[in-house]
């Protein structure tokens, strides 16, 4: 049995050795799944992060492409199913669908996610045995697998790799120029140069030297520029306001349930009420916190508005809206509306990037048969634009839901002139799942990749502070009824991501092209 080593050159050379037998291979990707999701929340054992690839490396050694798929895909399976399990419960908590059906319906969603890592091992396999050097090309290659996964088929960036470092913060810093892609290529790097450490024999070892004095300059340069670098914008304010986050609390089963809509709307007044007394410039609501539609004229409607002039502050909430076709057909959207302290509707943001599964049904040829969850008026349809809304102290840009996991879309709200933004959702789908942890720490790298402070609202939970170098400066309970005024501030630059987008993603896919294409010209050794 042939396996992958380092060449005189850098890349892989073909040697005899020992390779774990069948079944020790299948164990070894299971592990390497199950340490990888213990380094994100809510475990948090960030460590594992730098070594949970190395046991699914180990694995692939000595294998062919197709070989270091079924691994591969294995062990990502083994990930995807324990970062997203809650999507089974979601299901079927919230729908008629019985698990029975809502565990495939998990299974499919995570086999295609598992086929990203199962692509990274076969790939790794394929130039190995074109002797490319697959140390050197394995972060691009994992970089440009994760960027495709933002954006392909599910559209679904959950848990890249470089979140699991949120609370390593010195290192955190990079991705005001890289995006969280920068911090998952150096993890990345790590892993495949510890195993090849730990594979090599003899001299060998020298052939590393590169790899191990390029991981070293990454491991302290980095780090310590980034604490210079926050350590710096610190001191800088361009601007400042006050902010109450009012976390409702609504239970899932009694959100849309006329029975419980005064109840709902009393709730969310006192909490305003209360936290008016802070004299905030801004009160925020989570998403559809009013149970009602707000576009239409009505009592509803206009209690809202009074709520507003009565306080004196700004309101942002989230609300179920409509529009109507040309053909009279009725399309559902995921709506924020920003009410003045007069009493008048200044503007709205309709959701862009929608829920698979919760909004939408991807794959609906094949699923004909599921439902989407959140069954309202109509099918959901994406809003066109990111909307920038003007306060008198600063401008600001809404991630409803979860688009605050998706850096491309968050971009562009700073790009056409946000000093803030404000994430509205309503985490009460997940339950208490490891969801909502996930979901807040991914949100720490948008403050990041943009250098602008990020207030992040959750309907039963986890609503957070988030300063602009990505520390959580206050966070609230699950499944509480609370307010709480915060001041934030933010440092006036645009970062270097803010203004290119992903530039280092888009970078790491041609690399990944370019070794593909110099491989096709090869045969295999």
Same mark, same amino acid.
């Not at 020790?24 to 594992?48: M, Q």
């Not at 926050?230 to 899932?252: C, D, F, P, T, Y």
């Not at 089963?253 to 802070?278: C, F, I, M, N, V």
């Given at each position: 049995?042939?396996?992958?080593?380092?060449?005189?050159?850098?890349?892989?050379?073909?040697?005899?050795?020992?390779?774990?037998?069948?079944?020790?291979? &299948?164990?070894?990707?299971?592990?390497?799944?199950?340490?990888?999701?213990?380094?994100?929340?809510?475990?948090?054992?960030?460590?594992?992060?730098?070594?949970?690839?190395?046991?699914?490396?180990?694995?692939?050694?000595?294998?062919?492409?197709?070989?270091?798929?079924?691994?591969?895909?294995?062990?990502?399976?083994?990930?995807?199913?324990?970062?997203?399990?809650?999507?089974?419960?979601?299901? %079927?908590?919230? %729908?008629?669908?019985?698990?029975?059906?809502?565990?495939?319906?998990?299974?499919?969603?995570?086999?295609?996610?598992?086929?990203? $890592?199962?692509?990274?091992?076969?790939?790794?396999?394929?130039?190995?045995?074109?002797?490319?050097?697959?140390?050197?090309?394995?972060?691009?290659?994992?970089?440009?697998?994760?960027?495709?996964?933002?954006?392909?088929?599910?559209?679904?960036?959950?848990? %890249? #790799?470089?979140?699991?470092?949120?609370? @390593?913060?010195?290192?955190?810093?990079?991705?005001?120029?890289?995006? =969280?892609?920068?911090?998952?290529?150096?993890?990345?790097?790590?892993?495949?140069?510890?195993?090849?450490?730990?594979?090599?024999?003899?001299?060998?070892?020298?052939?590393? =030297?590169?790899?191990?004095?390029?991981?070293?300059?990454?491991?302290?340069?980095?780090?310590?520029?980034?604490?210079?670098? &926050?350590?710096?914008?610190?001191?800088?304010?361009?601007?400042?306001?006050?902010?109450?986050?009012?976390?409702?609390?609504?239970?899932?089963?009694?959100?849309?349930?006329?029975?419980?809509?005064?109840? $709902?709307?009393?709730?969310?007044?006192?909490?305003?009420?209360?936290?008016?007394?802070?004299?905030?410039?801004?009160?925020?609501?989570?998403?559809?916190?009013?149970?009602?539609?707000?576009?239409?004229?009505?009592?509803?409607?206009?209690?809202?508005?009074?709520?507003?002039?009565?306080?004196?502050?700004?309101? /942002?909430?989230?609300?179920?809206?409509?529009?109507?076709?040309?053909?009279?057909?009725?399309?559902?959207?995921?709506?924020?509306?920003?009410?003045?302290?007069?009493?008048?509707? #200044?503007? +709205?943001?309709?959701?862009?990037?929608?829920?698979?599964?919760?909004? @939408?049904?991807?794959?609906?040829?094949?699923?004909?048969?599921?439902?989407?969850?959140?069954?309202?008026?109509?099918?959901?349809?994406?809003?066109?634009?990111?909307?920038?809304?003007?306060?008198?102290?600063?401008?600001?840009?809404?991630?409803?839901?979860?688009?605050?996991?998706?850096?491309?879309? $968050?971009?562009?709200?700073?790009?056409?002139?946000?000093?803030?933004?404000?994430?509205?959702?309503?985490?009460?789908?997940?339950?208490? +799942? %490891?969801?909502?942890?996930?979901?807040?720490?991914?949100?720490?790298?948008?403050?990041?990749?943009?250098?602008?402070? /990020?207030?992040?609202?959750?309907?039963?939970?986890?609503?957070?502070?988030?300063?602009?170098?990505?520390?959580?400066?206050?966070?609230?309970?699950?499944?509480?009824?609370?307010?709480?005024?915060?001041?934030?501030?933010?440092?006036?630059?645009?970062?270097?991501?803010?203004?290119?987008?992903?530039?280092?993603?888009?970078?790491?896919?041609?690399? +990944?092209?370019?070794?593909?294409?110099?491989?096709?010209?090869?045969?295999?050794?």
């Amino acid at each position: 049995m042939a396996t992958v080593s380092l060449s005189r050159n850098g890349g892989p050379a073909v040697a005899v050795a020992r390779h774990p037998r069948r079944a020790a291979r &299948a164990g070894l990707a299971v592990a390497s799944g199950l340490v990888l999701a213990a380094a994100f929340p809510p475990v948090d054992l960030e460590f594992l992060g730098w070594v949970g690839l190395v046991p699914l490396l180990l694995a692939c050694r000595g294998l062919g492409p197709r070989a270091a798929f079924a691994i591969g895909f294995l062990g990502g399976g083994v990930f995807y199913v324990a970062i997203v399990y809650w999507v089974a419960h979601t299901i %079927s908590a919230y %729908s008629a669908i019985p698990v029975a059906l809502a565990v495939p319906i998990l299974l499919l969603m995570v086999s295609v996610l598992a086929c990203y $890592t199962g692509a990274f091992t076969a790939s790794l396999a394929w130039l190995a045995e074109r002797d490319l050097p697959v140390v050197w090309l394995a972060p691009p290659l994992w970089v440009g697998l994760e960027w495709l996964r933002s954006w392909f088929i599910l559209g679904f960036p959950w848990a %890249s #790799l470089g979140y699991c470092q949120y609370r @390593y913060h010195d290192l955190a810093q990079l991705a005001e120029v890289t995006g =969280v892609y920068g911090i998952s290529a150096i993890v990345v790097l790590f892993n495949v140069v510890t195993l090849t450490v730990i594979a090599e024999r003899g001299p060998g070892l020298r052939r590393l =030297v590169p790899a191990l004095v390029l991981l070293t300059l990454l491991m302290t340069v980095v780090p310590f520029a980034g604490r210079r670098r &926050a350590a710096g914008l610190a001191h800088r304010s361009a601007g400042h306001l006050r902010v109450a986050l009012v976390q409702g609390n609504v239970e899932q089963d009694h959100k849309w349930d006329p029975a419980y809509q005064d109840e $709902t709307l009393r709730r969310y007044r006192d909490l305003t009420r209360a936290a008016s007394a802070e004299r905030p410039d801004l009160v925020v609501w989570p998403e559809t916190a009013t149970p009602f539609f707000f576009q239409e004229p009505g009592p509803l409607r206009q209690d809202i508005l009074d709520l507003a002039r009565e306080e004196r502050a700004y309101l /942002l909430f989230g609300s179920p809206a409509y529009q109507q076709t040309g053909r009279g057909a009725l399309q559902e959207l995921n709506r924020a509306y920003l009410v003045s302290p007069d009493g008048r509707e #200044l503007g +709205t943001y309709d959701k862009i990037q929608l829920v698979p599964f919760g909004e @939408y049904v991807p794959f609906q040829s094949v699923l004909f048969f599921v439902q989407r969850l959140v069954v309202a008026i109509g099918d959901v349809v994406p809003g066109v634009d990111p909307v920038v809304f003007p306060l008198p102290a600063g401008r600001f840009g809404v991630l409803i839901c979860y688009e605050d996991i998706f850096p491309a879309l $968050t971009r562009r709200f700073v790009a056409r002139g946000a000093d803030f933004l404000v994430n509205v959702t309503n985490d009460a789908w997940f339950g208490r +799942t %490891s969801a909502p942890y996930q979901h807040l720490a991914q949100a720490t790298l948008r403050a990041v990749e943009n250098r602008v402070p /990020l207030v992040r609202v959750a309907n039963t939970g986890i609503s957070a502070v988030i300063d602009s170098d990505g520390r959580i400066r206050w966070q609230g309970p699950l499944e509480e009824a609370i307010q709480h005024v915060d001041e934030i501030s933010w440092p006036g630059v645009r970062t270097f991501y803010t203004r290119f987008g992903d530039v280092f993603a888009w970078g790491c896919a041609l690399v +990944t092209i370019a070794a593909l294409a110099v491989g096709a010209t090869r045969r295999s050794g």
